[in-house]
C-alpha cells in the first residue's frame, strides 16, 4: 500500500488544484478510477449558501513574467505555485514598480515559493522565492502574461456515504483544493480514498459520510445542501496534513472530551505513541463551519506536521521530499483503528440487574471459591485511584472475571463502554469483547 | 465488654459456619441467646431468587484422611478447615496421586491450611497445611472419609428492624459463613450483635434493618424476598474484617462521596484516626449486589485488616490469636459514633428568612455592639479558604453566634448539616446543638 | 475631585451618625446638596420590619463625666465616640467602682476611644481611651451628665433609582450610621455620593439602586418595604472601608463566581492591582440580609484596609489621619469601571449561525489568502490551555479578526462576552467593542 500511495502522491503532485477547475476534476477521477469509487457532484456558479455564493469556475493554461529578451523568467508551467490562485487574465508589459505590486515573496525563506489566492477579489498575483526577486532588474520593462478564464459553470466535490444500520452517522472530510502542495493537503486526499476503500471492505455498525470539497466554500455549499442530514451527525474529522516527517498532533473538537477526543486519544495511548494536543481553535480547517452555531458537530483532526506548525506550510517547500507515504500510510492505520473504537463504544443494558447473576453455572467463574487472594488487592490499588478515579494514562489489560464484573455492574442502559473505560482502566477492546460474549450469555443487552 | 466479647468469640470460634446447616443455626441461636435477640429465619431450599437457587443444605459430622495404619493424619475435628465446604460423602481409599486432586493448600505458607469451598459443583477436598503435604508418603493409599449430608432443606439468617420515626433506613448487614476464621468473619459476627443491642437501647429518628446472613446467596435470596422495602434503603454497611491488630480502612460506597462516607470520614477525622482509604470495588462483599444496577444501596465498609489485605487472609492463621476483642469494641465504638452522625445530619429551614432574625431579643447576640474586631477576621481566615471552599481536613470548634448565624443563613430546606459542615468546617455536633436550639427559638424547622 | 472629596469629608466627619437621629438628616443633607440630589426618606419609630421593629429615634446634645472639680475629663464635645451610642439620659454622682460598669476602654490600645453601641438595650455608657482611664482616681466620685433624647419619631435614609432600559438592575448599598470613624465608614458614605453623581451623566443599559441606610434595621426595613422589588435585583455592592492607606481587599458574593464577581476580578487584573481576595463571611455588613435565603442577592465589597482587618477598626484611630480623598478617588474609579464590566457583559446570538460568515465581503477579511502562518499558531498556543480552558490570569489583547470568529463562534443567545472572555482570555472591552461592530454589520443581535 506504500507503493501504491507513493505512485499516485507522484500522479497528482502536479495537478493545479484551486477551489473550482478542472484541476480538481482531474484529482478526483483519477482517485475515483485508482483508488475506490465514489460520486463526483457539481454545483453551479453562482448558487447561494447562506452567506456565501459559489463563485465562477477558473482554470489557467498558462502564466509567466518575461524578461525584456523575453526570456520566461517567472514560470507558471514549471511550478504552479508561481500563480496566485483565481489570478484574471493578463498580457501587458510593465516597469518593475508596478510590476512589484502584485508580487509575493517571503523574504525571511529565500528559496520558497509561497501560496497565496485572491478568490474574491478579481486581481491577479505571482508568487516567487525571494532569491528570484533579488535577481530581477528593478529598472527593466516585463511582460506579463496569464492565460486564465473566470466563468460560470461549478464547483466539483466527491462524495460517498457507507450505510451501517446503528442510526449513527460520522463525517470525513478533506478539502481538494491547494496546488502543488504535499502535506497540505494531497496528503489528506490521498489518505481520505484509502481510508474510505478500507472501511467500504469492513462491517460496520455505524454509517460513515465521505467528502472531499473545496475548503470553506465547498465545505459551506455542502453544509447548505445537506443541511437536515448534516444536522444529524454524531462527529467527524477533517482529515488533512498527515504524512509530514515530525510529530502527531491532535486537534480537538470544540467540546474538548468528545467520543471523537475519546476514541483518538485511546488510540493513540494503545499504539504508545505521543502527540501534541491542540485544543479546538476557531483558526483551522472546515470544522469551523461543522461546528458552527447551527450544525455544532464535534470535528478532531490528527496531523504529522500540523498546518501552520511546519516551517514549510504554504510554500513550495511543502513537496514531496517532505512528506512520505510511509507516513501516510502509518496516519491512516490510526484513523482505521480510531474507527474501531467509534464502533466499539456501545452502551448496555444489564438483563439480570437486580444482584450479581449465578456466573458459575455459566462458567464464567472457577468451581472451587475461596481462593481470592491478596492478589486481587494489590491488583486493584494499581489501577484504581481513590474513589474510582481512574487515572486516564491506564490501558489495562484485566483479569476477566473483573471486567465481567464490572460490566454488569455498570451497564444501566447508560453507561457506554468508553464510560466504563474511563471509570475502570480496562482496554476498551477488552471491554467490548467480554460485553459481547455476555451479550451471548444472554446477560446483557444493547441498547 | 471486652471481656464479654473475649467469651462470646471463645465460644463461637469453632462452630462449623458455612452457608447453610446447624452450625450457622448454633452460632445465631448463641448470639440471640447471649448478646441480644433478633429474629431466626429460614429460607427452603430450592428457592428462586432472581438467577440463583437456594443450594440443599449441607451438615458435616466427621471428616478425615488416615494412612495405611489407620492413623488420622488430617482431621476435621482438629480443625474444621480441613474439609472443602459443601464436600459430598466419601469412604474409599485410594492412592496419594488420586488423592492429590482433591487437596488444597498454599506452598508459600506451609504451617497455614487455606479455605476452600464448593457450593455449586457436588465434589469433595481436603485442605492441608503445605507441611503436612510434604509428610505424606506419595506412594501409599489413603482411607479417606467424608460423613457428609446434603439434603433439601433450608438456609438461616437472622433479622432485625429497629423503626425509627423520620422515615429514613438504613441497612447493617453482616455474613455468618465462613468457619473457624476470627477476623474474617467472625468479628463482624460479634461486633454485628453488639452494635444491635447498642441501638435497641438508644432513641433513633431514622429505621436499622439489621440483617445476618451467608454471604452471596444469602444476601441474594434476603433482597429478592424483600425487594421493595429494601430499594427504599438510604444505605448501609457491610460489617466484615474489625478486629485485627492492623490499620483501620475504609472502603467507600460506589458512589464515593454519600452520606454513608461522610458519615464515616467525619467520624475518623474526629477520633483522629488515619486509615487507609479503599475505593469501591466490584470485588469484596455483598455490597455488589446491595449496590447492583437494579438497588444502588450505597453501601461502606469500616475495617481493621480489610479482608484480602492481611496475609494470614483465608487461612488456618486467621484465629483467635490474630485479632483481639479490644480491637472489636474499638470498631464497634467507630460504628456507633457513624451512626450518631447519621441521626445528626439534619436538614433546617429558617422560619425568619428575610434577613436575619434579631438575635438580640433572644438573648443570642451580646448587648453591646461595635467590638467585633480583628479576631473575628483572624478567626475566618484560618478556617475559610477563598470562595468558602472549606478544606475537608477542618473540624472546627466555632463561635456560638458565627454557627448561628451560617445556619440561618444556609438553611433553606435544601442543605443539609452535613453539607453545612462542608461548606464552614465547623464539627458536625456543633451545628447539630445549635440547630437544635434554634429550633426550640422557632428559628428553624426540621424539613 | 480629590480636593472636593477632601472638604466633604472634613466637613461630615464631626457629626454624630447614629442609627437613626438628627445627624444622620444632617449628613444626608449635606450630601445631597453638595455632591449630588437624591431623595431622603423617613421610616416611623415601631414599623414592623420582619423580625425587627424600628427602634425610637436617638438624639444626643452633651454628655460628659465631671471629677469632683466639676472638670470635665470625658467629653462627647470633644469627640462623639466618647458615648456608647443609644445612652439614656443620666445626671448622677457615683463612685468609681459603679461608674466603671459603663466604661469601655482598650487596655492593648491605649491610645484609642473604642466605638460602642446599645441600640436595643435600654443603658448607657461612656468609651475612653486606656490612657484616661488609667488617670482616673478609683476612690473618687465622679459626675456623669448624659442630655440625650429616645422619642418615636424616625429612621432615616436615602435613595436614588437610575433607569435602564435592559431591565436588569443592581444594588449599590451604604450604610451611614457609625460616628466619627472615617473609612469605616464615611469614606463609604462619601464615595456612595459621588458614584451616584457619575452614573447619573452616563448613558446606562441597566439600572442603579443606590441607597445609602443605618446598617442591620435599615436594610432590614428597605427590604420590608421593598420586597418585590428587591427580589428582582440581579446583584450589588456593599460599599464601605474604601480609603485607607493598604490593601485592596474584594469579599466575594455568597456564590463566589457570580457577574458581580467577575466584573470585580476583570477590573483589578486590567489595573493590575493586586488584592486580597475574602470569601464570603456572614459576619461582615448589610450583603448578610441582601443574601439571606428569601433574597439571595449576590453582593460584593470592595475595600482599601477592610473592615475588622486594620488595628483602628472602630477606634478613634480611624480618622481623618488615616484615609486620603485620593485613596477615596482610586477606590471610585475601580467602582466606576466595574460598572462598565457590568455594562458590558451582553449575550449575542449570531444571524448567520450555519457557517462563518462571508467576512471578505464585509471588508473583514483580508483579501489576499494563504498567509496565515506559524504566528496564528503561536499565538495560539500561547493563550490557549489544552482543550481550551484559558488561564483566569490573561486579559489578551486579540487579533480583530480572531475575535470576530470567536465572538461569531460562540454567540449562541446564551453564552455572554463574559462567558467567552473565560474562553478566550481576550480583553471584556475588546470582545464588546468588536461584538457592537458585528452587530453593526447585521452579524450579531442583542438577545
Not at 498546518?307 to 501516510?328: G, P, Q, R, V
Request: glycine letters at 6%; a positive charge.
Amino acid at each position: 500500500m506504500i507503493k501504491e500511495s507513493e505512485i499516485i502522491l507522484k500522479k497528482l503532485f502536479p495537478i493545479c488544484r484551486s477551489i473550482t477547475g478542472n484541476g480538481v476534476r482531474q484529482m478526483l477521477s483519477i482517485l475515483k478510477k485508482e483508488v475506490t469509487d465514489f460520486d463526483i457532484k457539481e454545483i453551479p456558479s453562482g448558487t447561494v449558501c447562506y452567506d456565501w455564493v459559489v463563485p465562477d469556475e477558473w482554470n489557467i493554461s498558462d502564466a509567466y513574467i518575461a524578461d525584456s529578451s523575453g526570456k520566461k523568467i517567472i514560470d507558471y508551467k514549471k511550478n504552479n505555485l508561481h500563480i496566485v490562485n483565481y489570478s484574471v487574465p493578463v498580457n501587458q508589459t510593465m516597469k518593475f514598480d508596478e510590476l512589484k505590486k502584485h508580487l509575493y515573496f517571503l523574504p525571511d525563506m529565500p528559496n520558497a515559493i509561497p501560496y497565496r489566492t485572491s478568490y474574491y477579489k478579481r486581481t491577479w498575483g505571482f508568487c516567487l522565492s525571494y532569491n528570484q526577486l533579488k535577481e530581477m532588474d528593478k529598472k527593466a520593462k516585463y511582460h506579463v502574461f496569464i492565460d486564465s478564464a473566470l466563468r460560470p459553470a461549478s464547483l466539483t466535490y466527491g462524495e460517498k456515504i457507507i450505510k451501517g444500520t446503528s442510526g449513527k452517522e460520522f463525517l470525513f472530510s478533506t478539502y481538494c483544493c491547494h496546488p502543488s502542495l504535499a502535506n497540505d493537503n494531497l496528503s489528506g486526499q490521498v489518505l481520505w480514498s484509502f481510508l474510505l476503500r478500507q472501511l467500504k471492505a469492513k462491517k460496520l455498525r455505524h454509517s460513515y459520510r465521505f467528502v472531499i470539497l473545496p475548503e470553506t466554500i465547498g465545505a459551506i455549499a455542502y453544509l447548505s445542501k445537506n443541511e437536515t442530514k448534516m444536522k444529524k451527525i454524531s462527529g467527524g474529522y477533517v482529515i488533512t496534513s498527515v504524512a509530514g516527517p515530525g510529530k502527531y498532533g491532535y486537534k480537538y473538537t470544540y467540546l474538548g472530551n468528545h467520543l471523537i477526543d475519546k476514541a483518538v486519544e485511546n488510540t493513540f495511548k494503545d499504539l504508545k505513541i505521543k502527540y501534541i494536543p491542540y485544543p479546538f481553535d476557531i483558526l483551522g480547517s472546515d470544522e469551523r463551519h461543522y461546528s458552527s452555531p447551527f450544525f455544532r458537530i464535534p470535528i478532531g483532526t490528527i496531523c504529522k506536521d500540523k498546518y501552520y506548525e511546519y516551517d514549510c506550510y504554504h510554500t513550495s517547500l511543502d513537496n514531496l521530499d517532505f512528506i512520505s507515504a510511509k507516513n501516510l500510510i502509518k496516519t491512516l492505520d490510526i484513523y482505521s483503528k480510531v474507527i474501531d473504537r467509534l464502533e466499539m463504544d456501545l452502551t448496555f443494558k444489564s438483563l439480570c440487574p437486580y444482584c450479581e447473576p449465578n456466573l458459575g453455572k455459566r462458567g464464567l467463574y472457577p468451581e472451587i471459591g475461596g481462593s481470592i487472594k491478596q492478589k486481587a488487592a494489590d491488583f486493584k490499588k494499581k489501577h484504581h485511584d481513590r474513589k474510582y478515579q481512574i487515572s486516564q494514562k491506564e490501558n489495562i489489560k484485566g483479569n476477566k472475571l473483573d471486567i465481567i464484573r464490572w460490566l454488569l455492574f455498570y451497564s444501566d442502559g447508560k453507561t457506554s463502554l468508553f464510560d466504563i473505560y474511563h471509570k475502570t482502566g480496562f482496554q476498551i477492546e477488552q471491554l467490548y469483547e467480554v460485553a459481547e460474549e455476555l451479550r451471548r450469555h444472554n446477560l446483557l443487552a444493547l441498547v
